[in-house]
């Protein structure tokens, strides 16, 4: 995370209050007041309009995949991604006071939340009800006051709602992490001497044959390595697709600005979303996969 960011003042992520984007807001940012948004668009338009400085988005969980939706918006918000963060994700089983796990017969979450947590629920008997969202079901678990009712959220929404832990650390896979990216109105621009830099960018390759095998080439040739790449519809058509990409490296190497010219060739468009430090975690979890 770029410590240039550490004088601004408000940061805005979707979800309520508790929310795993609030909670990685308070990781990342501790100096920063989170800003809670109903939708993705309202947190971008929240930093677009200057009521925030950052945007904390997740994009991408070890487990569930992709956040729906996430990669048509972000082109689209007119906002730059200045920085990524990887958050564990540790699911907690939350109840009003005085509620003991034995007494608890059904358990609100978001749908990736209850599928993270399948053998602690089937375990334990639970039955799983799906709500909109982790931090929600916390304070809907406090506000009904049903000690045979327990939600599973953050520790942090336990503490805003008031609710005990009765089971923490309950999510089935130890290696549960969020990816979030960091959005602002400016563009960072990071020495690529600095440090390991990630390029973001979106393409759509022009409609020939074996474009998108010659497009990749040039990251191929030029050693360049490519961590994502993700395609999608636009505009109703199915033929016209576009692809988001991450690499390592930045735009000023040599070897990435070569391949960059090489996609542009095969390319109708080719716009990069940001250029920023690529967060530790990254290299530990590669190390911890080899």
């Known amino acids: 995370m770029a410590q240039s960011q550490s004088s601004t003042?408000?940061?805005?992520?979707?979800?309520?209050?508790?929310?795993?984007s609030h909670l990685a807001c308070?990781?990342?940012?501790?100096?920063?007041?989170?800003?809670?948004?109903?939708?993705?668009?309202?947190?971008?338009?929240?930093?677009?309009?200057?009521?925030?400085?950052?945007?904390?988005?997740?994009?991408?969980?070890?487990?569930?995949?992709?956040?729906?939706?996430?990669?048509?918006?972000?082109?689209?918000?007119?906002?730059?991604?200045?920085?990524?963060?990887?958050?564990?994700?540790?699911?907690h089983l939350l109840a009003i006071k005085g509620a003991r796990l034995e007494d608890i017969r059904s358990v609100r979450s978001h749908v990736h939340a209850l599928g993270q947590c399948r053998n602690f629920i089937r375990a334990h008997a639970l039955t799983p009800i799906v709500v909109a969202d982790t931090a929600g079901a916390a304070a809907e678990v406090a506000a009904r006051g049903d000690p045979s009712l327990a939600a599973i959220a953050s520790d942090l929404a336990g503490q805003i709602y008031g609710l005990d832990t009765l089971a923490a650390n309950i999510e089935d896979a130890e290696h549960n992490t969020t990816r979030f990216l960091v959005m602002a109105r400016q563009a960072l621009e990071p020495d690529p001497r600095s440090g390991p830099c990630i390029t973001t960018f979106v393409f759509r390759v022009r409609n020939v044959p074996a474009a998108l095998y010659k497009a990749m080439g040039g990251f191929a040739t030029n050693?360049?390595?490519?961590?994502?790449?993700?395609?999608?519809?636009?505009?109703?058509?199915?033929a016209a697709t576009q692809f988001y990409a991450d690499i390592e490296g930045h735009p000023e190497e040599a070897n990435v600005r070569l391949a960059l010219e090489e996609l542009s060739f095969f390319s109708r468009e080719v716009r990069i979303l940001g250029v920023y430090p690529a967060h530790p975690y990254r290299f530990k979890a590669r190390l911890a996969a080899d």
Do not use: W
């Open 223 to 238: 050693g360049v390595n490519m961590t994502k790449l993700e395609s999608y519809q636009i505009g109703g058509a199915f």
């Open 26 to 91: 308070s990781i990342a940012f501790p100096e920063m007041t989170p800003l809670p948004c109903a939708a993705f668009e309202d947190a971008f338009a929240a930093v677009h309009e200057g009521m925030a400085d950052l945007a904390m988005i997740p994009i991408e969980n070890s487990v569930a995949g992709r956040v729906a939706d996430i990669h048509h918006l972000m082109p689209a918000s007119r906002l730059h991604i200045t920085g990524e963060f990887f958050a564990r994700v540790n699911h």
């Open 9 to 20: 003042r408000v940061i805005a992520f979707q979800g309520e209050p508790g929310a795993y």
